[in-house]
């Protein structure tokens, strides 16, 4: 997977806007009542098109670039979800993330540190991430595979296992 270098000094003026737009559209959705119209309207205003039927996003929601999200079906986001998604950040169906996690696809240059290094993040289908588990960028969970609570994920997951730890290693297989 290729690593894009960018540098945020070099964002056009219409990026600009959609920064400024997609954060207050997160603020007011941090500040709307969960369960409600008003919230359902604001999730769809900041993911558009890119979240799938079924999907629910809980309130706590921090991060920026959500345009570069794409959440698949029955996708469940719990309270609290960091996502920094300059370098793209997919969510297959049926996923789950639980509270206060973080999904990271973007980092600082060792040596230039006003340059981001974006990889993208994948969560496979059917994954669970556990609760205050830290995604790196460039890392893709496999389907069916569950991150522990607290985990940080340097490395891809292989599917139907089970990591956990800092770094995190794997633990055991899943099923039969």
């Not at 290729?2 to 603020?27: I, K, M, N, Y």
């Not at 008003?38 to 205003?45: A, I």
């Not at 696809?105 to 981001?116: A, E, T, V």
Request: aromatic fraction near 6%; glycine fraction near 12%.
């Amino acid at each position: 997977m290729q690593e894009q270098r960018v540098d945020p000094r070099l964002t056009t003026a219409e990026e600009h806007a959609e920064g400024v737009r997609q954060a207050q559209v997160l603020f007011k959705l941090n500040h709307t009542m969960p369960y409600t119209d008003e919230y359902n309207v604001l999730v769809r205003e900041l993911f558009g098109d890119n979240l799938g039927e079924g999907g629910w996003v809980m309130p706590g929601l921090t991060g920026v670039c959500f345009d570069r999200v794409h959440i698949g079906k029955n996708v469940m986001i719990m309270n609290n979800c960091l996502m920094m998604a300059r370098g793209g950040i997919t969510i297959d169906d049926g996923a789950m993330i639980a509270a206060n996690a973080q999904l990271i696809s973007n980092n600082h240059d060792l040596y230039d540190r006003q340059i981001l290094l974006c990889k993208p993040v994948h969560i496979c289908e059917n994954a669970w991430i556990g609760a205050g588990a830290t995604i790196l960028p460039g890392v893709t969970v496999g389907k069916n595979a569950v991150v522990a609570a607290g985990a940080v994920v340097t490395k891809d997951v292989e599917p139907n296992t089970i990591v956990g730890g800092n770094p995190a290693k794997f633990i055991k297989y899943i099923g039969g």
